[in-house]
């Protein structure tokens, strides 16, 4: 079932790692995802974004290095818009997704329990509707296996630093209005 106890070992300190972070990062409260949706609070996305920059550079560089081996998932826009929209409703109702879902069990919140027994449901719900979803859905739009890189031949590098340009950039202008906010106030 697992391939060693060092990878299950170094995916439990990674997870837990992870989730103390975001519990640190207060996005285990549901007020503060709540505050993202109402763009009242943007902890969210520079948690979020944060995240996606540093685990860029962690992937790219271990993949680099030969440490590991991508597995790219199928392009299916159609499957990746739907499935979006149902999580981010879903998001926005429960106010966690399934890291800070699970994060906030972790964190004492009794009413994160439903969050999750629901992510856990609508999982089962997928993977039971899997076989008439699969047509009808899963294969629409589907551009295989296509990532920035291999469509225009550029170094995944010039990606990873444009995210990091560009999440520099938001970081900037979020802290400008949330200085001007809070003088307002």
């Known amino acids: 079932m697992f391939d060693t106890m060092l990878l299950v070992t170094a995916g439990v300190f ?20 709540l505050g993202q949706f109402l763009f009242k609070d943007y902890t969210v996305l520079k948690v979020m974004l944060t995240a996606i920059v540093v685990g860029g550079i ?34 926005a109702l429960a106010g966690y997704c399934p890291g800070t879902g699970v994060a906030a ?30 047509p009808r859905v899963l294969d629409l739009a589907d551009f295989g296996k296509a990532t920035f890189p291999s469509l225009t031949g550029v170094s995944p590098w010039w990606f990873v630093t444009g995210l990091a340009l560009l999440a520099g950039t938001l970081f900037v202008l979020i802290e400008r209005s949330e200085r001007r906010r809070a003088a307002i106030a």
């Not at 969050?115 to 039971?128: K, P, S, T």
């Open 14 to 33: 990674t997870g837990l790692v992870f989730g103390f972070l975001l519990q640190k990062a207060r996005v285990t409260r549901y007020g503060t995802i």
């Open 58 to 91: 962690g992937i790219y560089g271990m993949h680099q290095a030969g440490w590991v081996k991508l597995h790219v998932k199928s392009a299916q826009l159609v499957a990746n818009a739907l499935g979006g929209l149902i999580f981010g409703v879903g998001m």
């Open 105 to 134: 069990l972790g964190d004492g919140s009794r009413h994160a329990l439903y969050a999750v027994l629901g992510m856990i449901l609508g999982a089962g719900v997928y993977a039971e509707t899997y076989s008439w979803i699969k």
